[in-house]
């Protein structure tokens, strides 16, 4: 199971990390992505930290490099996405998702096996 949170309303320019707590599964032996969809739009890959066995390296869609960076805590099964200088076309829902495909296709959420329920964020310009 995985329990996303610390959505909200923030306006431009600001910051948010959001949080994915995982129970019932180990984050560091799965790919742990962030995804978001805003309305009318499909599903969107934001961010993935890769499983230790595939190197433990993280990858950013360009979209956000630079200002969203993916990071995990073992020792709580956590992964946080900590997002800066939010604009308004971050607004969306967030997802967080485990993954054990081959390391290819981790930018693709029909390859992700197990998801939150999703957070909402909402940036105000």
């Known amino acids: 199971q995985l329990q996303a949170s610390g959505g909200g309303l923030v306006q431009a320019g600001g910051s948010l990390r959001l949080s994915c707590a995982a129970s019932g599964l180990t984050i560091r032996t799965y790919h742990m992505g962030w995804f978001r969809q805003a309305p009318g739009l499909e599903r969107e890959f934001v961010a993935t930290f890769s499983r230790s066995g595939s190197g433990g390296t993280t990858y950013h869609a360009d979209s956000v490099k630079g200002r969203f960076t993916i990071s995990r805590d073992n020792a709580k099964n956590t992964v946080y996405l900590q997002m800066n200088n939010l604009r308004s076309e971050d607004t969306a829902l967030y997802y967080c998702?485990?993954?054990?495909?081959?390391?290819?296709?981790?930018?693709?959420?029909?390859?992700?096996?197990?998801w939150g329920q999703g957070t909402q964020v909402t940036v105000s310009s």
């Open positions: 998702a485990a993954s054990n495909i081959a390391l290819s296709g981790i930018r693709d959420a029909r390859n992700y096996k197990y």
